[in-house]
């Protein structure tokens, strides 16, 4: 196990602690999970000297209030689902809209690394719900590093889930279209900002961030965008980052035509639309937040294990990763985590979804084992 001296911020009073705590010599102090009382304590074992690992921790998230421990993955597969009906109402609801937002900033509060395999792993519901979720849960990750507060995080947030409420039924149809867009079907789609604020409008939403953020969210800093052609600081921060996550989410979905994009093309194309369709700073952000191999991503390693990303490190290219096959094709029961720091353990290759066997069930990836403190030692 790799361990190094903790900082402030690593370990906080009345949070279960995110790995085991040893004091310089390697004597185990204090276990993953327990927890400190109080602010003195923290800084007490800080002035010692305690040495653990942070980014070694559990996959279920542990809600502070309630100290239950939260499938993120799961829950947000709910919350997809439940998002259907709430969009495609006739009458929608903004209260129940800004319900999930809420919902959905908390679960990547828990646990971004789960949150974001899901962009990559979940499957349904039908596509154009899926992506405003997906987009909905990479803006916020970009938005709570950039330190916004939750309450201007909140209508931003809303608006990446209701941003193509306009455009459903049009979104499924071309998701299994073969063919270019006919014109009717570009009208469409360069209309469906401004109809959006026009159905949110009539929903009851007043807040002026949510509806320029909607209305703004695929215009581009160059002015190439659309509806308005709007250029650079015209353009709201919060639609340049909706803008940013939804092209990304979109770029690494399938279609009928295509399969999705590794994560990491699609980064590479992204920064180099930077400055020109979308925001530098929000380019750089996003590659920075994603990583190379981001959580779901389908790897192998050197020693020709595959398994997948779950869990990003301070090091893009290094993340933790836990094996499905042995290098033979052959499950491995356990799924034991893997440093891909170490030698034996480096990423080699990126393979589809599809390199996984078909019965895996995916949520399981993020569910704790006996024997991943085994696997801290020895991988």
């Not at 993955?73 to 439940?82: D, G, S, T």
């Not at 590794?262 to 369709?277: C, E, H, N």
């Not at 030698?343 to 704790?368: A, C, G, K, M, Y």
């Amino acid at each position: 196990m790799s361990n190094r001296r903790l900082v402030p911020g690593d370990i906080q009073h009345g949070v279960p602690l995110p790995c085991d705590l040893f004091d310089h010599s390697g004597r185990l102090l204090l276990r993953l999970g327990q927890t400190v009382a109080s602010e003195a304590q923290v800084a007490r074992i800080l002035e010692i000297g305690v040495f653990g690992d942070p980014e070694w921790n559990l996959e279920f998230a542990v809600d502070e209030e309630s100290t239950t421990r939260v499938s993120v993955f799961a829950r947000i597969h709910a919350l997809r689902e439940a998002l259907v009906p709430t969009v495609t109402s006739r009458h929608i609801s903004t209260d129940v809209i800004r319900g999930h937002a809420t919902e959905l900033m908390e679960l990547c509060r828990l646990d971004p690394d789960a949150a974001l395999a899901t962009v990559l792993l979940q499957r349904s519901p039908p596509y154009g719900v899926r992506q405003m979720v997906n987009a909905a849960i990479v803006t916020e990750i970009l938005l709570s590093q950039r330190e916004a507060d939750r309450a201007a995080r909140l209508p931003v947030v809303s608006a990446a889930l209701t941003m193509n409420i306009a455009m459903l039924a049009l979104q499924e149809a071309l998701y299994h279209q073969r063919d270019d867009l006919t014109e009717a079907q570009r009208a469409d789609v360069q209309a469906h900002p401004l109809r959006a604020v026009e159905r949110l409008k009539a929903a009851g939403v007043t807040d002026a961030v949510w509806l320029s953020v909607v209305g703004q969210h695929h215009e581009a800093i160059d002015g190439s965008g659309y509806p308005a052609r709007l250029r650079g600081d015209a353009i709201d921060t919060g639609a340049r980052i909706v803008c940013a996550a939804d092209r990304y989410c979109a770029m690494v979905s399938e279609r009928a035509y295509r399969p999705g994009a590794f994560p990491s093309v699609a980064l590479r194309q992204i920064f180099l639309a930077q400055g020109k369709s979308v925001d530098v700073g929000i380019a750089a952000l996003l590659v920075k937040e994603i990583g190379l191999y981001p959580p779901g991503t389908v790897v192998q390693l050197a020693n020709g294990e595959i398994g997948v990303a779950m869990k990003r490190t301070l090091k893009s290219g290094n993340p933790i990763v836990r094996t499905i096959l042995n290098a033979s094709g052959i499950r491995l029961p356990m799924m034991p985590k893997r440093r891909t720091t170490q030698p034996s353990f480096q990423i080699t290759q990126v393979h589809p979804l599809t390199r996984l066997p078909e019965n895996l069930d995916i949520s399981s990836i993020w569910i704790p084992r006996e024997t991943d403190v085994d696997d801290d030692i020895d991988g």
